[in-house]
């Protein structure tokens, strides 16, 4: 009998038929269901009665893996954040979690360098002046040179601090595993954090959402900043107060931002940061690259089979899962 598995990730232009087939052929049942928001409500109505969910960015909450518990055995998250998955309640459940941590961390650097290049070189603005049909030289700042302070570390900072050595950067980091003073991985110097924001032309965001992180981000934080410089984030938008960004660049504290996730989501023309030209937006898409989906949808298959086949998967979060008594692998 086949195993039932839900892939609930949003259509980025992805094209999941001929995966479907070829992992029908092991024996998996698979049925790519969007819900209709990441509400846990949505959540369950979407994956109920489903052994394995290839998860996207809804919310696995008590309730709703209490309501999924029956038959559900594994949730693959597909991306790297955790934080909207009751992991606790999961292994109590006897629910594995996974995730693809770093499959995705190359693209959202690419990202990330992007949109700075996108803002200091006024590439998004002069598109959308132009299409209004002004013509409209602006005046720019290179960012070749520039100190780069890049806030958590991990696969992704690393990335994007490789891909700046091409412009030359200076690139400082702050990260809890690394000693002020340390030389980390790709030629960054580990400072604190009042030395970094006070030192670096660009601040760029990549740590994860936690209890302890979440709305860490606020005025005092940017009046830490240059007036010169700017804020970027890809990692979660309620790490920052948003309304606090916001006063920071209508009072100039800061010279402008790039944003890529928001406090709440998705957003809309009325948003004020909609309104701002020292700001460069896009919808939550810095990890959707086909090289990254195609990554990390890779390393799903590879803790679906593991795990049927009774071994702990790869990536495991919560490998306490285990000992429930309510299910086992």
Sequence with gaps: ???????????????????????????Y?????????????????????YEAIIAG?????????????????IIVRHGTGIDNIDLATASDLGIAVTNTAGKNARAVAEH???????????????????????????FSRELYGKTIG??????IGQ????????????????????????????????TDMDDLLSQSDF????????????????IEFFQKMKQSAFFVNTARGKLVREDELIRALQDGIISGACLDVFANAPIDGSHPLCGMDDVVLTP???????????????TCTTSLIEFFSGKIPSGILNADYLASKNKGV
């Excluded at 195993?3 to 070829?22: A, C, F, K, S």
């Excluded at 702050?174 to 000693?179: I, K």
């Design 159 to 190: 990335w994007l601090a490789k891909l700046l050595r091409g412009f030359d950067c200076e690139i400082l980091a702050y990260d809890l595993r690394w000693n002020v003073g340390d030389d980390a991985p790709e030629g960054a110097k580990v």
């Design 284 to 298: 939550h898409c810095s990890a959707g690259s086909a090289e990254s989906m195609n990554d990390t949808l890779t």
């Design 112 to 138: 990330a360098l992007g949109m700075m290049l996108a803002l200091t070189r006024k590439i998004a603005l002069c598109d959308r002046e132009l299409r209004k049909g002004n013509w409209c030289p602006a």
């Design 29 to 49: 049942d698979i049925d790519w269901i969007i819900p209709a928001s990441y509400a846990p409500q949505d959540a369950v109505s979407t994956a109920h009665g």
């Design 57 to 73: 960015g809804e919310k696995y909450d008590r309730w709703a893996l209490e309501q999924l518990s029956d038959s559900l055995r």
């Design 203 to 218: 601040v760029s965001l990549h740590i994860p959402l936690t209890p302890q992180t979440e709305n860490s981000i606020g």
């Design 1 to 27: 009998m086949s195993i039932r598995v839900v892939l609930t990730n949003l259509n980025h232009g992805q094209q999941y038929r001929d995966y479907i087939e070829d992992m029908s052929k092991k024996g």
């Design 150 to 155: 890049i806030i958590g570390y991990g696969a």
